[in-house]
Structures are given as structure tokens and as C-alpha cells.
């Protein structure tokens, strides 16, 4: 079986697809002659020819506008956007055209595109260059979204995603771009998007993650597994995410803690915890927390970045104290400005 | 009357001039009830009538291949029944019906028939543009010989779209045409207020491909110029920026009174009526007659379109 | 007093601002010569002249850049994005770059600009012009968002806009430019952003609504009080909301209704619940629940678009059930695809 | 040696060649430092250095007015220096300490001093352009007489952000100056594959102002192109393209080996070098002793600045 890193991973997910479907095609800048800033289209151009692996100009706005009408014409275009945020010259593309043009249309056009955008802090890359921007997504009917923890996850969600009528982002989160992982992608099963993956099963608490948060989450999870078990998912779409699965966890385990890359104000996990709140009520036996960055840009400095983001031992502690007394640790922005 | 949307645009692209001003008079009947229906509360939110510019949808619809791709704006009624949409199914989506082409989902500004090309208009402005190039794209990967349409106007041509569209369009050869619909006016302002060029074919230069004015009043004219741009898109020369000049009769919306004119500009566009001028073509020596003839005829029809679609029931 | 409808409102906070400071300026589509496409910049150009009251082209980016600049550098620009649904091409101006530049330059800059966007359905204007979109904005640290309830409150929210140093966007609900309401500008309060309005007092639910959702929990509440008195808040302000005067409701209520003008997947009332779960856990009496839209486009037809808005009799049950038996009624779309 | 941001500026400000000479070298010896520590791990993320392009900034620092807006992007250190940034200062920022110019919170690419008038540079392609075009406005307001300068890559010139700004700026006539550092690559594409025309300044049509092509390897030359884009600007005649055609004799970022470039293409421009043009100019005899005995001077001095900064704390 090979080892993969994960920009590995992708790139064989879209040879795949390539070969398997000749709708399918790549643009971006710079993924063809140079085989893709991150080194994900690596060879692409070369088996697949300039007409389906197309550079692009710096044009984010074509690029995406693009893969909607080739989606929209019957192809399946994969659009890399090397950095999310960039999406912000081009949000228009996805969340008021692609993904209501099935529904403006009576269902008669569907948009099969897949946008791959890398995401998230951790390299040092700076207030414009290190956010997840889940967030600018995830309001948006018509739309599918997700995020890989890992290279089989990325190679898994990729395939899903080009296979998918409607049109999804894959958010990678860049720091994982060289993480590596073994594994036979042949035998990789593509069952569709929209699944949570159970990383470790338990009943003390259901930790919910996604993303780069998921490692972390998981050896947190192990390191306190021994006196409190947490039911550990890796949400891996989220949207629409896995209502069933964690659902019924916290229906079991009565505790949820959800593990963000994200502003506190706002973040993706305030649609998980609220969903389940307002559903598993009764179970509930503590107060669902999140775990999340402060309300600051992503700073530069790599003592501060570190600072940014949820480390393990906090998602560890709070793994504890929710199972022991119920309680929500305060987090350390919050005890800072009091 | 036919009523099928291919049969529809089978007649004008004849290229019988005959049937190019019957479809014109039929758009300006029609954009007139619009309008009327629209002061009477009927019909929802808001709508954007076209009467003026008739000859330029018409123009193009006539030589564009039945099913290539068609992409325009929110201002789309005239473009709907010129690529063959019968007034029915156009009225009926204006006014949320169920008899509409989308089923009362979509409304006004966002018409479509996916049978004739005619893909959902936008309502953003210049957002039609890199979607056509994507349309284009797939056709040159397919080879399927399909010429992608993208229509906008002169307000479009200062958003970020406009540009990257053209450009992007222009270094990968796309085969698709870009056509303006120049009516002076974005939605209140005069062109000369927000444009730094008066002739938008201008900026074709700037993309290194072909920029070509056409008088947007005179339907042969406009069908001479489309084809011409088609068929070397076709021939994969890539993408030409066309300039339809043009003038619309009435207010951007709802109802505006445009008050924002200059003087004495409609009265000088008004002598340009495209219907007039194509009449004088047809029939020189009783153009008025041609016309009031045809307007009677589909006075009538219309009157029988609003019944039905008033009749029809909501979603 | 004067009558003003919310149009006539905001013109006058524009007015008054911009004869209390030079500074101020106003930009947008046909703001100038045509006093607005909503009317609500009429006569501002006759008053303070071209160089301050600026019609554009339609180009959203360079409409909100050119406020960042002019914040920059030292001016209180008042861009008009005509609907919100524009931001999608050039969200980068507000989110990445007006944001962040206070951060970026260690505090040395400053960024008091304001956008006014028309927001929110109800008006027939179709899938592309009938959205709220607030989550685009929401979490974002850097930038602030409000939505008025009518004339009084657009009134003194502007005005606080113009007055406050950071970026702050305020999203009018178009449905509400024609309201009237007869109030006094000149004695009215200009107490800043991030403050909730108490709407109505009670004892037996916490209802928190923003924008043209204000007037219908108002109505429901109203409908009720006898029986299930509601302390009715208008947040007013979303980025800070209030979470002290909230916080302080719920833990004495005990239940928490929220009434959205979104989709709802994702919608800005997760931020609400999540927050208040999280920190008020012991005081709830019964599962928070959210009243919103279903996870569909706008729809254009006048029957499915008055369906697709939370409705004055849907608040009206669930305060009862929620207050009775702690009951979230199912909403209509979650019974139909059962 | 001055560490005074405005003093630096000033001495740019002299006009005196000889300056301008020693600021591009310290640029150059500054480059070749990041590029160094990078590759030992010492500084975090990313960076774009600048070697081969700097007579444009130089050129421009030295007539644009002191705390005049100046809006670059993220291959910004030789803007920084040559705008008055002491090295410590911009190096500081680039290694994430508290001695940057903005204490370590923004990092290579935002870079900025309010005190000298350099803007936050900004790392998302274009978006600095329409942020110009609002300064700008503020002095056209205010009748301070200043004139904002922005500056751009080439790779910039497809993005919607430029088109919006540069016809936005021609409509109100404002006063800024859009300079664009042509270095042909935009990140590992060349020109020619991305963009529908080669002189950038061409672009200037479409907007009708003016649109002019310099050298950007002759310092003397960018100096005089930029003056005049100020002083029509600053008379109120609005503004001006400039395209300074110039090269980077490094990768576009980090460790980029640049292996697309085409054959021969280094060696070209390499002698084409402009610290040696300027060098020529100055002592024709020995231009290259004299450019030795400025870079001896500077690697010592940067040998200090490295000292300092690592010593400095972290955040
Ligand atoms: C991005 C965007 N900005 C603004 C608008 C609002 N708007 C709708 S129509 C219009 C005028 C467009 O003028 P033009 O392109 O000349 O087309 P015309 O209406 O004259 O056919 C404007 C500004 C919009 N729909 N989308
Ligand atoms: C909107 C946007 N798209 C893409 C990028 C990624 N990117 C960073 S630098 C760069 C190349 C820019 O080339 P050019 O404008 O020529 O400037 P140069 O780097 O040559 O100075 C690209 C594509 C970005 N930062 N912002
Ligand atoms: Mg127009
Ligand atoms: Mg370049």
C-alpha cells in the first residue's frame, strides 16, 4: 500500500475521476504547467492534455464563473482557488449562481462543479492567507461543503465531490497538504458526501471536529480515553453535515464538545451546537461547548499564531471537566479581557 | 399560432425578414402588457421591459444555432421570445404562475428554457459573462461546434466580470460572443457618468480580439455582425466584443419615468424605432400600416396570453 | 413630531452627520443624481455637492475599496451597496481587507467606513435579491453589522455607524423603507453599537429577533403576552450583539425563542443559541429554540415567498408550546419531507 | 548611518544619484539576507523578494511626496526600504518580531509605516488598487494636494479589482498614479499565457488615460515617468498607467527555483542589471568596484540588522 501525502492524495483523486469520466476537467492558476502551487495536479497536464487541465489567468471571478457554465453545460469542473480567501472576489460564482441555478432553472440545469480551496492557519502565512471562511458557505441551500482531516479523507471527500450533481468546496486545510498517510486508494470506498467518520467510539462525551482540528481532537480524546471515552467524529462534510449520526451520539453520551478553526463569534460549530441543542435536549447533561480561536485576525508572529488556535491539552481538559463537573472552561482570551 | 419554442425560433432563423418584424412587434405588444399588468399590481417585485431594443435580441436569435447557449440579463423578455419561448410560458414565470417556464421559482429576472438555450438570465450584474466563457469551455473540450452567447449592457462593462471574462475568454480562444446591448443607460445614469470610453467596442482592444459597433435599430445589421462573430468563434478565432447601439423607450424598471434623459434623446431614438425601420425595409411605401396590422393581431393574442395566465394557478 | 418612512430615516442620519462633520461622504449606484435607487440619499447631493455625495459606476469593488481608502485616510465614507446580494463580488473589500487593517498596521490606521445594503425578502425580487446574507459578515473579528427594525432604529443606527472608528455594515430589510413612524431625530440617542432594545418585558420566554422580524415577534408577542409575557428583545446590533442585556433575559426567563430572516442551516441565530447555551446551561427551562427559514432560494411567487418567511402565528405556537410543555414545534419543511 | 524613516526618505528625495545607487544596493544585500534566513528556517510562512526591480521602487520613492499614500503588494521589502523603512524595522516584521514594523502581527507581506505614508501592503492580487483610488478621493475632497500611488505586478492586470479602479479613477478624474512592476511572470505563468495583451500600458485605452511604458531598469527614467504621472495628477488631470518593464532575478517566493523561466531569459535581463545601469552612470570607469564597495558596506550593516532582530523578542 503507498504512503501518500495528502496533496498526493488529491491529485490521484482527480486522475481518477479524469480517467473515469472525460467531463471531467481542472483549472486554476498555475495547476497545469506547474503542476499546481501545492502540488496537487502533479502530472496532470501531461496524461490529460492542455484542454482539460487549464491555466488560468489571476482571475478568480473567471475561474469560478467558468466552472459554473461548463458545470452547467454538462462538464464537471474542479476549480482550484489557492487560498479561500480568495473566494472573497468571487463569492458571487458559488453561493448566488452555482448553487441556485437548479432551482432557478426548475431543476432543468444542475451545477457539478467542485471547488477545491486550500484553508486555515498554522504556516505562518498571516491575517490574509490563514482562514477557514467555512462560514461564508455554509448559509447557502443548494450547496454542499467539506473538509478533509487527512490524505485517505481528502482522496474520499474529492472523489464524492466531482461524483455530486451540486456543487461543492472542499476547504483543505493547507497545513495537512504534507501530512502523510498509508493507504490503498483503490479500495477506498466513495459512498457520497454528507457522512461523519466515527474516529473512536465512546460514551463519556461526543467530540465533534473537522479539518486540521481533527488530529488534534484525536489525540486529545486519547490521551484522557482511558477515564472518559469520547465518541470522536470527524464531520468531514458539513454541509450538509451528518445530523443522524451525531445526533444519536449525543443522544447517547449527553455531553458535546465541538473543536473549531474559527472565530468564536459566528464559527461553524454554532450550527452544530444549536441543531443538537435544540434537538437533544433532553439528553443533554451539560452544556455543549465549543472550542474555537479568538475573535482577532490570524496573527503572523508563530508564538501568537500557536496561541490562535485550540491546542490539545484544552480539549483535553475540557473533555474532563465536562465529564466530571459540567463544566465549560473559560477560554484563555475570554479570562484575558476580564 | 405556434406555439413551440423550437418551431418559434425556427421562423426567425428563416432570416425572412417578414418574420423578424412580426417577433418584434410581438416582444413590443408584449413588454407593453408587461408594463400595464405591472402599474395594475399584477405582477410581483419588479420587471424590466426592453421596448426600443427589439431588433438587437431578435438580430442575434435569428442566427445563433437552436440550443447553442444564451446567456442574458435580468432585461430578458425580448431575448426569451425572440430564441422561441411562447409568451405564455414567458408572461406566466413574470407573473408566478405555474403555466411560467420555471413554475413561478424564479420570476422576471430569471427566465429560462433549457430546450431552446436559453439558460436562466442573471440578475447580477456581469456575472453571465465568465459563465459563458465556461460554456465555451465546454464546448471547445467537447468539440461539439456550440457557439455560447452572452449578452449584457453598457452598465455591465465597468464590474470586475466584464473584464476578466474577456481576457480569460481571449487567451483561451473560447468560442463565444459577447455582445452589448448599449442603451446609453445604467439603470439612471448615462453612460458618459460611469464609462471612460463612449464606444465599449473600444475595449476589445484590450483583449486583443475583434471590437465591432453595430447599429442595434437595424435587425439585419445586428444578424450580419452576430454571424459573422459566430462563425469565426466557430472556426476557433475565439471571442469578438460586439457593440449594439441602442436606446430603450421606457424607464430601467417598474416604473420609472426616466426623468434622467437628455432632451430631446428620446424623441431622436424614437425615429429610429427598430420596428419602423425594418417595416420601411419590408413594405417602403406603407411601413405604418405593416406595423399597426401586426400590433393588431398580436393586441389580440396577447389579450388571450394575459387571460390565460391570469387564469392559471399559482404555485 | 415628524413622520418619516425608514428611507427618509436614514437620509436624515446622513444628512445630520454630514453637516456635523466634513468627513462624511456618501458613494454608491445613483445615490447622487437620482437621490437613491430607494430614495433614501434624496437631496444630499444638492446639499453637499458632488464632491461629497458620488454616484459610481457599478463596480462593487471599487466602490468599497474606495471607502477603505478614504477611511484610511481619514474620511467617514458611507457606501450604498444597492442590494446586499453585490457584496458576493467584492466581500474581500469589507471581510479581508476593511477588517483587518486596523490589526494589520499594529493600530496606526483606522477604518470608519459604513456600507448601507438593502437586504431581506418579502418584496418579489426573486432568489438573487431576497436574501439577508448576514453570515458572510458575522464572523468576522474587525467588523461590526446591524440591521435596523424601522425608521427610529435605522435612524440611530446609522448615525452610531457613521460615528464608530471600525467597518460596520448595516443591512436595511427593503421591505421596511416605505414604514413609517413619527419620532423626533433630534432627540433621539445616539448611544452606539452593540446595545439590544428592549421591545417589551416578561417574564415567561426571551425572544430575540432582528430586522423586519422585529415587527412580527412584536405582533406574536403581543398576540400572547396575557398569558406567556415575553421579554422581546430587538438585537439591533448583531456584530457585537449584546450578550450582557441577552444573557441577563434568558437566565431569568429561562427559554429562548429566536426569530431569523435566513435560511436555516447555519442562520445568524446559532451564534445566539450556541452563546447562551453554552452560558446560561443552569437557567434553561427548556431547549432554545429557532424560528427561520427553510433551506431553499428565495422563492419568487408571491404564495411560496410569503411561505418561505417565518410567519406571526408560527411565533405565536411556539412561544405557547415552548412555554406550556417546553415544546419546539417541528417546523412546516421538516414535516413535509418526513 | 540614519535610522530616521523620514530622514532616509529624504535622502532618496535629493534627487542625488549616487542615493539612489546606495539604496538599491541596500536592497539588493537585503533580498539576498531574507532569502538566506528563509532557507535556514528563521523566518515563518512565506516571502517575495524583489532582486532585479529595484530601480521602480527607488525610482518612485524618490519623487513621491513624504507621507503621500503608497499602496504595494506583498513583494514589498524593497518598497518598505526605499519608501524609508529602517532594515530593522522590515526585517523585524518579516521574522515575526517585536522590533517589525508592526510588532510581528502582520509579517512579509504587511509591511507598513503611516508615519512615512507606506500603506499596509496587501497580499489578495488587485485589492489595493480600488483601496488608491479611495484615498485619493479623500484628497480630492480635502484639497490636500496629495497623489497616491499604487502599485502592482503584472499577474494583477487580469483581476476585476484593476479594471473597476482604473475606470473608476478616470470617471472622477482622482489623483493616483497606477504603476505597474511588468516583471513578465505572475507566480510560475509568463505573461503570454495569461494576459491578451504584452504592453500593459496599452490597457490605459480603455480607460482613456494616458498609458506609458519605462524602462524599470533605469532609475533616472522610472524618476521622471512618475513625476510627471504625479504632476498631472496633482494638477487635477486624473490619472495615469505607468508600466516599469523590469524582472526578478529570483523565484516568485520561498524556494522557488523558477525553473519556467525561458532560456536565457536570467542572462538577458541580468545585464540588464540596474544597480550596474545606474552604476555605469554614475562611474562610468568602474562601475563595478563601485557597486562592490556599497554592497561591502551594506553586508556588514545587514550582518548587524540580522544580529539585532534575532536578539529581538518574539511577541
Ligand atoms: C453587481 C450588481 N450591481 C448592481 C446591480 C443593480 N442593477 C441592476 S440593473 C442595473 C443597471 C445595469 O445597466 P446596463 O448594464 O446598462 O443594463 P440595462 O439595464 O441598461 O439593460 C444595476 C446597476 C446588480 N444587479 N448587480
Ligand atoms: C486574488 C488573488 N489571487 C491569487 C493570489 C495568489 N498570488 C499571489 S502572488 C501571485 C502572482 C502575482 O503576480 P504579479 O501580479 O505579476 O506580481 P509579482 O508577484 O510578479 O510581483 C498570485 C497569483 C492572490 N494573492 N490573490
Ligand atoms: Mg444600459
Ligand atoms: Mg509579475
Not at chain 2, 253 to 267: I, N, V
Amino acid at each position: 500500500m503507498p504512503e501518500l501525502r495528502m496533496n498526493q492524495a488529491i491529485r490521484e483523486a482527480l486522475a481518477h475521476e479524469m480517467r473515469a469520466d472525460p467531463s471531467v476537467l481542472i483549472l486554476g492558476e498555475d495547476v497545469a504547467a506547474a503542476d499546481g502551487v501545492f502540488k496537487a495536479t502533479e502530472g496532470l497536464l501531461a496524461e490529460f492534455g492542455p484542454l482539460r487541465v487549464r491555466d488560468t489567468p489571476i482571475s478568480e471571478t473567471a475561474i469560478l464563473g467558468a466552472a459554473v457554465g461548463a458545470a452547467m453545460a454538462g462538464m464537471r469542473p474542479v476549480a482550484e482557488i489557492m487560498f479561500v480567501e480568495f473566494l472573497g472576489v468571487a463569492l458571487d460564482q458559488i453561493v448566488t449562481q452555482a448553487a441556485k441555478m437548479h432551482y432557478l432553472s426548475a431543476g432543468t440545469f444542475s451545477v457539478p462543479l467542485v471547488v477545491r480551496a486550500s484553508a486555515g492557519a498554522g504556516l505562518g502565512f498571516g491575517a490574509q492567507h490563514s482562514q477557514t471562511l467555512e462560514t461564508w458557505l455554509l448559509s447557502t441551500p443548494g450547496l454542499k461543503v467539506a473538509s478533509p482531516s487527512g490524505p485517505m479523507s481528502a482522496y474520499r471527500l474529492l472523489r464524492a465531490a466531482i461524483r455530486d450533481p451540486n456543487p461543492v468546496v472542499i476547504l483543505e486545510p493547507r497545513a495537512l497538504y504534507g501530512v502523510r498517510e498509508t493507504f490503498d486508494p483503490d479500495s477506498v470506498v466513495v459512498d457520497g458526501l454528507g457522512i461523519a467518520r466515527k474516529m473512536r467510539g465512546g460514551d463519556a462525551v461526543t467530540v465533534v471536529a473537522l479539518g486540521q482540528m481533527v488530529r488534534l481532537a484525536s489525540s486529545a480524546a486519547a490521551s484522557v480515553a482511558d477515564r472518559w471515552p469520547a465518541d470522536l467524529w470527524d464531520l468531514e462534510t458539513l454541509l450538509p453535515w451528518d445530523h443522524a449520526s451525531i445526533l444519536e451520539s449525543v443522544r447517547r453520551t449527553g455531553r458535546l464538545i465541538v473543536v473549531e478553526e474559527n472565530p468564536s463569534t459566528g464559527g461553524w460549530g454554532t450550527e452544530v451546537v444549536s441543531y443538537l441543542t435544540e434537538r437533544a435536549w433532553s439528553s443533554l447533561k451539560a452544556p455543549p461547548v465549543r472550542i474555537c480561536c479568538p475573535d482577532t485576525p490570524v496573527p503572523f508572529a508563530g508564538k501568537l499564531e500557536r496561541r490562535y488556535l485550540p491546542s490539545e491539552t484544552w480539549v483535553a481538559d475540557q473533555i474532563k471537566a465536562l465529564c466530571t463537573d459540567g463544566r465549560r472552561l473559560t477560554p484563555w482570551w475570554e479570562a484575558y479581557a476580564q | 399560432m405556434i406555439t413551440d419554442a423550437t418551431q418559434r425560433r425556427a421562423l426567425l432563423q428563416s432570416g425572412n425578414l417578414a418574420s423578424a418584424l412580426d417577433r418584434m412587434v410581438e416582444i413590443r405588444v408584449f413588454e407593453e402588457q408587461v408594463q400595464r399588468l405591472f402599474l395594475k399590481g399584477l405582477i410581483p417585485g419588479t420587471t424590466h421591459t426592453c421596448q426600443g431594443q427589439e431588433a438587437v435580441c431578435v438580430g442575434v436569435a435569428s442566427v445563433v444555432r437552436t440550443g447553442d447557449p444564451v446567456l442574458c440579463t435580468y432585461r430578458g423578455h425580448g431575448w426569451a421570445l425572440a430564441l422561441g419561448l411562447p409568451p405564455v410560458s414567458a408572461l406566466g414565470e413574470i407573473m408566478g404562475k405555474t403555466v411560467g417556464c420555471t413554475g413561478g421559482l424564479g420570476g422576471s429576472m430569471h427566465l429560462s428554457d433549457r430546450s431552446v438555450g436559453f439558460w436562466p438570465t442573471i440578475a447580477i450584474i456581469g456575472a453571465q459573462l465568465p459563465i459563458a466563457a465556461g460554456a465555451a469551455i465546454a464546448s471547445q473540450i467537447r468539440g461539439d461546434g456550440a457557439v455560447t452567447v452572452a449578452v449584457f449592457g453598457d452598465g455591465a462593462v465597468n464590474i470586475g466580470a466584464f473584464h476578466e471574462a474577456l481576457n480569460f475568454a481571449a487567451v483561451s480562444s473560447l468560442p463565444v460572443v459577447f455582445i452589448c446591448e448599449n442603451n446609453l443607460y445604467g439603470e439612471y445614469s448615462r453612460i458618459d457618468r460611469t464609462t471612460a470610453v463612449s464606444d465599449i467596442a473600444s475595449r476589445a482592444a484590450a483583449y486583443n480580439i475583434p471590437g465591432v459597433i453595430v447599429d442595434g435599430q437595424v435587425v439585419d445589421d445586428v444578424r450580419r455582425v452576430a454571424q459573422a462573430a459566430i462563425d469565426r468563434a466557430r472556426a476557433g478565432n475565439g471571442p469578438t466584443l460586439i457593440e449594439a447601439k441602442t436606446y430603450r423607450f421606457v424607464g430601467h424598471s417598474r416604473a420609472d419615468p426616466a426623468k434622467y434623459r437628455r432632451a430631446g434623446e428620446l424623441e431622436t431614438w424614437q425615429a429610429r424605432d427598430p420596428l419602423k425601420l425594418l417595416a420601411a425595409a419590408i413594405q417602403p411605401e406603407a411601413p405604418d400600416q405593416l406595423i399597426a396590422s401586426l400590433r393588431d393581431r398580436w393586441e389580440t393574442v396577447m389579450a388571450g396570453v394575459v387571460d390565460t395566465v391570469v387564469a392559471a394557478p399559482e404555485p
